[in-house]
């Protein structure tokens, strides 16, 4: 009877719960406060798989695993299959909603190079604050400061884990995601996702939820919790100009024959100024505007720039002033690297033969590498040259008086979710209210592919990365601050519960 009362009690509790993922939040750390070293043995035992996407047969462990993790939640899992590459690993917690909602990771790592790491890249290792090894499996509490260091631990081991956590916490809350919630696992992101186009194509009825939370990359410098709406695309070019065919005297041939070291140069700072705004005529014509929606988001972002330029050591910043974040709502063009002749103590007084200059572009909503191609090669051609895409033979040198080699490389466009969409306000809403107000990003600078998940209609795309932004990301000594993982938790089990209201 007694016992029977009390269930009849945590069950009115539960149902107001639902309603506040602040109290989801508690619930989900007292919860984890148990569990703490449960939920760590999982990660360490998935991390202790290797999981370099090349590498077939323990890829295959890799999702056989994550299929037993989701089964033991009561998960229906589907392995998505193409032809000798890593499947996919998707599980299902259907509610019988109107509304599916994916959270992705990957389950795959960067390349190791065993010999700069401290310890073994696939043996996991517990370490504290000083970098001193600890064990975990007898420690009375574990500090949320230790960190976990082992290959893709925090990229991306580490979101897949604090889900199925979050889902515990939930379950033993008695407490379920009020819309179908679905989990994509990929397993060859770091190798850049070379079949997630097709995949999401021959799987439309998996792969295509109404939105998708992707769960990858650190979370703000400032170490609080983030959100970002959007990710810019790219393109790259390679460029050579050419001066005589074989290398020249300077002081005989300097002044009249032409000198492809300087030819590029001036080029280069043709297509952009000192501030690094793009002088290529039409190129900011379609750029999207900011909205208000990000420009109050943007005002919000924490000012980490003093510490940057200190790390960095850089005297100046370009962009006229502008903050870091604003101008990654732009595009741009930057120089990967120049080539021509020899300097220092190589150097020699003569014409070199030609210069190479390596391009990229950062693209944003509305610009393509296709849309952008004829205006960038419009602007060389307005500067005379005349373009070839093949090595130009004799007598195309002798017959031509510019000639610039232009060769684009693949690419693809950026992708932007509105701040203000209902999906937007809701999940940052939930993250605040859970105790986890997160950095709204617009839009991250660099490059993922996530517009294939916007595609083809829109869908809402958000990224929610958990892990610490210190985290050796893709280098030697990939780590996971614990407290980072603990946090994650919160998150999801505050998202699982409380989306959508409608
Ligand atoms: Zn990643």
Redesign the pocket.
Known sequence: MKTLLLFAIATVAVTTAVADPAAIARDARAWRVKHEQKVIAELAELAAIPCLASDLPNIERNAAALKTLCEKRGLTVQLLRLENVPPIVVADLRAGADKTIAFY??YD?QPVDPARWKSDPWKPVMRDGEGRDVDWRKAKALDPEWRLFARAVS??KAPIIAMLAALDALRAANIKPAFNLRFVFEGE??AGSPHLAEYLSKYPDALRPDAWILC??PVHQSRRAALFFGARGTTDLELTTYGPAKGLHDGHYGNWVPNPAAAMAQLISSMRDEQGRILIDGFYDNVQPISAAERDALAAIPNIEGELRQTFQIGATEGSGKPLNELLMMPAVNVRGLESGQVREKAANVIPTHAHASIDFRLVPNLTPESIRPLVERHFESRGYTIVRGEPDAEMRRTTPKLLRVQWGAGYPAARTPLDLPLSREVSTIMATAGHEPVRLPTIGGSIPMYLFQQPNGTPTIGLPIVNHDNN?HAADENLRLQNLWDGIEIFAALFAGLPSK
Do not use: N
């Open positions: 990771a990957h790592g990229d991306d992101e770091e990858d990359g990301q």
